[in-house]
């Protein structure tokens, strides 16, 4: 397809676009597909085709040799086949595209493929600079080729070939004041097509822009940074549009100045864009960078502590005390181990839920806060136990035994309720040091939502909770009323 089909093509595209968009629920819309048909060369290989339609379209076909997609759509677009290459045997075949409501509503396309050995060539159409330039061309080809021109500002590297190869195009500097174009012809005998044009359009000379410097540095305090231009003819310069310190850009006779606000933060920078139109090239890319001024680090964070922790989560929170931090750095380190950072968050966070962990493991934490200056100094060590791993139980009245093994350590519980009911549950003391205990009661389905808690309405020092349960999932915690005591004890369930 040469660079005038393509024109024609896209023209075409634009024009029922045009049309479309000024009555797309007009009962007489028109479907129309280009090309109207096609004949394609012996290779496997793609072809386009553009549906024009204001409204939903199908395509339905039955082949074995091409495929296509997409197979529906909601207006104009594009749809490619795909073909698969039977060499000495031509095939033809159809598809049908479909579109209610319009006018037609149904259009075939004959789509065949010649019986003869395909040629291809890549690419077809080249637009290029005024400059000195080469060009890589593939041909494909089961058979002898040859490449006919009359151009003399082009020159080939090779004339001919015998089977799929390439050749190169070295195209002179045009230094005349008008573009120039031309074709460049292969022809394979034998193949279908037998001959395919490469359109060559080359741009005419144009005047030269240049920016000067190319990068400037700046310190960090506000001025006006200038940049001389070389130009005939208009020209304008853009900032990057997410450079808010940048001012504004003031246009001089022959040079612009950049206006920057006085730098507080590390050092940063920024590109500018030179755009003129005719100029070779048509725009310059120039940088500007502004020197730091980091000021201090952070003020440090404290009262770091863990406000909820389970089997598996702990909760952290702290004291942000400074007023501009880049972040906080999370830090975390078990046993024997040396720190690792757990996360990293933004500025004003004062809370973090660190999961996955595992079930009666230290874990020690620190918090920084960090900003281009560097990092404040941590907070006090924080070091917390997570809990048991959490038991399935029943409700069925009968005790389960359980151990507080060490200070700090906590017992949890899951029940399923699958009835809606009143139910109890209690604990008993075992002879130990485990003097009193605490129970609280969670859910449905969380283990954050408390329901209820008791500490002494069992016997003695041991607790009770009766409550109404709804269906799903509830969590009793058992833990001592001293935090530093151990012992056993058992936790009874039962309806009531």
Not at 113 to 121: D, F, I, S, T, Y
């Amino acid at each position: 397809m040469n660079r005038f089909l393509i024109l024609s093509v896209a023209l075409m595209s634009l024009l029922l676009n045009s049309c479309k968009d000024k009555n797309p629920s007009d009962p007489g819309n028109t479907l129309s597909i280009s090309p109207p048909s096609a004949t394609v060369a012996n290779l496997e290989d793609t072809m386009k085709f553009f549906i024009e339609a204001n409204d939903d379209w199908e395509v339905v076909y039955e082949s074995d040799w091409f495929s296509i997609a997409p197979l529906s759509g909601s207006s104009s677009g594009e749809i490619t086949v795909t073909y698969t290459s039977l060499p000495g045997t031509a095939r033809v075949g159809s598809f049908v595209v479909n579109a209610a409501g319009h006018d037609p509503a149904t259009i075939t396309i004959p789509f065949s493929q010649a019986a003869e050995a395909g040629l291809k060539v890549t690419p077809v159409y080249l637009e290029i600079s005024a400059q000195p330039d080469t060009q890589q061309i593939t041909v494909t080809s089961s058979g002898e080729w040859r490449v006919s021109e009359d151009l003399d500002w082009v020159k080939l590297s090779r004339s001919s070939g015998n089977g799929s190869g390439t050749f190169q195009l070295e195209i002179s500097e045009n230094f005349g004041d008008a573009p120039r174009s031309g074709n460049i012809v292969v022809i394979a005998p034998d193949h279908f097509p037998e001959t395919i044009s490469i359109f060559v359009l080359q741009s005419k000379v144009l005047p030269e822009l240049k920016v000067i410097p190319t990068h400037r540095d700046v310190d960090a305090d506000t001025e006006a940074a200038p940049f001389t231009v070389m130009a005939d003819g208009n020209w304008t310069a853009h900032a990057d549009v997410n450079e808010q310190w940048i001012k504004e850009i003031v246009y001089e006779v022959g040079y612009f100045r950049v206006l920057y606000f006085v730098n507080e933060g590390a050092e940063r920078t920024v590109n500018i864009t030179v755009l003129a139109d005719g100029h070779d090239p048509s725009e310059v890319r120039v940088t500007m960078t502004q020197a730091g001024n980091l000021g201090e680090p952070p003020e440090a964070p404290d009262n770091l502590s863990a406000t909820k922790v389970y089997w598996d989560q702990i909760d952290l929170l702290w004291t942000d005390r400074s007023e501009f931090e880049t972040g906080f750095r999370v830090m975390r380190s078990i046993p024997q181990e040396g720190w690792e950072i757990v996360t990293e968050l933004g500025p004003n966070n004062n809370s973090y839920s660190d999961t996955n962990l595992l079930s009666r493991n230290f874990y020690r934490y620190q918090i920084f806060a960090f900003n281009d200056a560097g990092e404040s100094q941590p907070t006090d060590e924080l070091t917390v136990l997570t809990h048991s791993l959490v038991i399935t139980a029943r409700l069925d009245n009968l005790p389960i035994g359980g151990n507080i093994e060490q200070s700090g350590d906590i017992d949890w519980f899951a029940y399923k309720v699958d009835t809606e009911s009143s139910y109890e549950f209690f604990t008993e003391l075992v002879e130990s040091e485990l003097e009193d205990s605490r129970i609280s009661l969670y859910g449905p389905d969380s283990r954050t939502r408390l329901m209820s808690f008791d500490d002494n309405s069992g016997s003695g020092n041991a607790s009770r909770i009766r409550d109404e349960l709804s269906v799903g999932i509830h969590y009793i915690k058992v833990e001592p009323v001293n935090s530093d005591d151990t012992g056993t004890y058992t936790l009874t369930a039962r309806a009531q």
